[in-house]
């Protein structure tokens, strides 16, 4: 039974890593940093590949391995990875299969305002006063040091992860600003911490309801709290999480799955 390499990091990564190890099907997980592994269930007996790979790293990993199947569950908003891994497989004649994290269609719900980018999250938080909390992660942080009294009025909501503290604090927020906690969280927990920072708006990628939209957008309009959602980057083609598991069922003839 030839290995699966799973490209985690993501809820959906972690599922997939349990539905393997339940199952017993062979795997390698690549996570990106050691907070992704620690995250891993059992990760002892796991062989478990942990750093940033480049297009070429990639491409040696499946080269020196034989891998029957590269799944990639990272994350929606991470698209120069997903095309490095797509990419890598296709070079290396691999089977490539990418998870999407069902997406919540865009509607004109009071309250809840869509952008194309960080940037026009920014520009909008410049144009109308209040404080906001950010829930987007630590990669862009750095650029809401563009929102006019950034320290003041903004608390941002990361990944209890050193790099990721580091890389914020070098951005300029610390202290009160800025809170270490895994997630996804209930709509009570994000009600709140809303409450408690005396937001006006929630800042937000569209993360499904893996990444705990529904929670956010709720519990905002419960606190009187607008949504800024930045929109998921293009169109992509995939399988859900659940017919990912049935693929896997049928390729590996798991029964009762």
């Known amino acids: 039974m030839n290995r699966i390499l799973l490209f985690a990091g993501t809820t959906e990564g972690r599922l997939l890593f349990e539905y393997c190890k339940e199952h017993k099907i062979p795997l390698t997980a690549a996570v990106a940093t050691d907070y992704g592994e620690a995250v891993l269930p059992d990760r002892e007996t796991a062989d478990i590949r942990v750093g940033r790979l480049d297009r070429l790293q ?85 650029v809401f040091s563009g929102v006019k009294d950034y320290t003041k009025r903004l608390t941002a909501r990361i990944l209890p992860d050193y790099e990721n503290v580091k890389q914020c604090m070098e951005a300029g927020f610390s202290g009160r600003n800025l809170i270490c906690m895994q997630g996804p969280f209930s ?25 705990g939209f529904s929670e956010k957008v709720q519990a905002a309009g419960r ?17 859900s999480l659940e017919e990912t598991m049935e693929e896997l069922a049928r390729i590996y003839n798991i029964h009762g799955a």
């Open 58 to 142: 990639m491409e040696e990993l499946l080269r020196n391995n034989t891998y029957e199947l590269v799944i990639d569950a990272t994350h929606p908003y991470a698209s120069e990875v997903t095309e490095n891994i797509r990419l890598a497989c296709k070079n290396c004649n691999k089977t490539y299969l990418r998870v999407l994290r069902t997406s919540i269609s865009e509607q004109a719900a009071p309250g809840v305002i869509y952008v194309d980018s960080i940037l026009e999250a920014v520009d909008y938080l410049n144009r109308h006063e209040g404080n906001a909390l950010i829930t987007t992660g630590s990669k862009n942080l750095s």
């Open 223 to 239: 606190a009187g709290a607008k949504v800024i959602v930045i929109k998921r980057p293009g169109i992509e083609e995939g399988y």
């Open 187 to 211: 709509e009570e927990f994000n009600l709140a911490l809303l409450k408690e920072i005396k937001a006006s708006f929630l800042v937000t990628k569209e993360s499904g309801s893996y990444g």
